[in-house]
């Protein structure tokens, strides 16, 4: 059976909400820095925890659809 359409949205908001979160780390690590002057650490540091904050993110939107890893699908 083919993927519903549903499905591709779903995907696709798991997608946009983890690149939201890097941005969003990125960004405010890249305004602290030209504060603070001690480029390139913040915005390095705002980009891995906004790859930590979208995964989590994505993987409690996986979790509670019973798809998450180590869950088959129901």
Same mark, same amino acid.
């Given at each position: 059976? *083919? *993927?519903?359409?549903?499905?591709?949205?779903?995907?696709?908001?798991?997608?946009?909400?983890?690149?939201?979160?890097?941005?969003?780390?990125?960004?405010?690590?890249?305004?602290?820095?030209?504060?603070?002057?001690?480029? *390139?650490?913040?915005?390095?540091?705002?980009?891995?925890?906004?790859?930590?904050?979208?995964?989590?993110?994505?993987?409690?939107?996986?979790?509670?659809?019973?798809?998450? *890893?180590?869950?088959?699908?129901?």
């Amino acid at each position: 059976m *083919p *993927p519903l359409k549903e499905d591709y949205w779903k995907h696709a908001q798991l997608g946009l909400e983890l690149t939201g979160a890097v941005l969003a780390g990125f960004l405010i690590g890249y305004q602290l820095d030209k504060r603070l002057g001690t480029a *390139p650490w913040l915005m390095l540091g705002g980009a891995a925890a906004g790859v930590a904050g979208g995964f989590y993110l994505a993987w409690q939107e996986l979790s509670k659809d019973g798809e998450g *890893p180590g869950r088959g699908k129901k």
